[in-house]
Antibody, heavy 118, light 107 residues
Framework: QVQLQESGPGLVKPSETLSLTCTVS????????WNWIRQPAGKGLEWIGR???????NYNPSLKSRVTMSVDTSKNQFALKVNSLTAADTAVYYC????????????WGQGILVTVSS | DIQMTQSPSSLSASVGDRVTITCRAS??????LSWYQQKPGKAPKLLIY???SLQSGVPSRFSGSGSGTDFTLTISSLQPEDFGTFYC?????????FGQGTKLEIK
C-alpha cells in the first residue's frame, strides 16, 4: 500500500520561503508523476504543480514564479518551495501521486497545515 | 485556465436515494476528468478517473459518465457513509483545475 507523508514547518513568517518534502513509501517514485495541491480552510482545492522523475515541471501560473519543485529518486522524495509568502498562502498542503494514463491523481498524503503569520 | 463548474453546490438526500452531481468544463477535456470525495479533516479520495473508470476499492454504487464538456457522478443508492464534499477535476491541460465542490448531506 503506497503512502505519502508531507513534512515541513507548520508556521512560516510573511515574505519567507516555505519548504515542504513528501516522502513516498510502498512503491517506487519512478513509475508515476507527483503533484502538490493546497486547500485554504473552508475553501476548495488548488493545484500548485507537478513534477516528473526526469525533473520536468509544470506550475500553476496563479503562483507566478514563486514555486519550485524538485525530486530525489534515491530517497523516494519530492519537494516544494514557495517564496515570498503572504497570509493568502495559509492552507493545508497535500502531496499526491499521478498516473500517466488519463493523468489522474490517486493517492494523497494526509496534508500539512501551513500558517503564514508573524 | 479551464473552468470547472459543478452543480448543485449542496444537496441533502436520504439513504437509498439516487444522487446525481454534474460538472461542466469551459472547453473540451475529452475524458480527462476525475471525481473525488472529501470528508472533513481528510484528504480527498479518488472515486472515478477517466470520466467513467471506477477506482479500485470504491463501491460500485458510484459511477461516472460523460466526455467533452459535460460529466456526471451518480450514486445509485445513497449510504450513510457517502456524506462529504465531492469535487471534479480536469487533467487535460495544466494548470489542473477543480470544480468548486458539492456538499452532500445525509438527511
Amino acid at each position: 500500500q503506497v503512502q505519502l507523508q508531507e513534512s515541513g514547518p507548520g508556521l512560516v513568517k510573511p515574505s519567507e520561503t516555505l519548504s515542504l518534502t513528501c516522502t513516498v513509501s510502498g512503491d517506487s517514485i519512478s513509475n508515476y508523476y507527483w503533484n502538490w495541491i493546497r486547500q485554504p480552510a473552508g475553501k476548495g482545492l488548488e493545484w500548485i504543480g507537478r513534477i516528473y522523475t526526469s525533473g520536468s515541471t509544470n506550475y500553476n501560473p496563479s503562483l507566478k514564479s514563486r514555486v519550485t519543485m524538485s525530486v530525489d529518486t534515491s530517497k523516494n522524495q519530492f519537494a516544494l518551495k514557495v517564496n515570498s509568502l503572504t497570509a493568502a498562502d495559509t492552507a493545508v498542503y497535500y502531496c499526491a501521486r499521478g498516473h500517466f494514463d488519463w493523468l489522474y491523481i490517486d493517492y494523497w498524503g494526509q496534508g500539512i497545515l501551513v500558517t503564514v503569520s508573524s | 485556465d479551464i473552468q470547472m463548474t459543478q452543480s448543485p453546490s449542496s444537496l441533502s438526500a436520504s439513504v437509498g436515494d439516487r444522487v446525481t452531481i454534474t460538472c461542466r468544463a469551459s472547453q473540451s477535456i475529452d475524458k480527462y476528468l476525475s471525481w473525488y470525495q472529501q470528508k472533513p479533516g481528510k484528504a480527498p479520495k479518488l472515486l472515478i478517473y477517466g470520466a467513467s473508470s471506477l477506482q479500485s476499492g470504491v463501491p460500485s454504487r458510484f459511477s461516472g459518465s460523460g466526455s467533452g464538456t459535460d460529466f456526471t457522478l451518480t450514486i445509485s443508492s445513497l449510504q450513510p457513509e457517502d456524506f462529504g464534499t465531492f469535487y471534479c477535476q480536469q487533467s487535460d491541460t495544466t494548470p489542473y483545475t477543480f470544480g468548486q465542490g458539492t456538499k452532500l448531506e445525509i438527511k
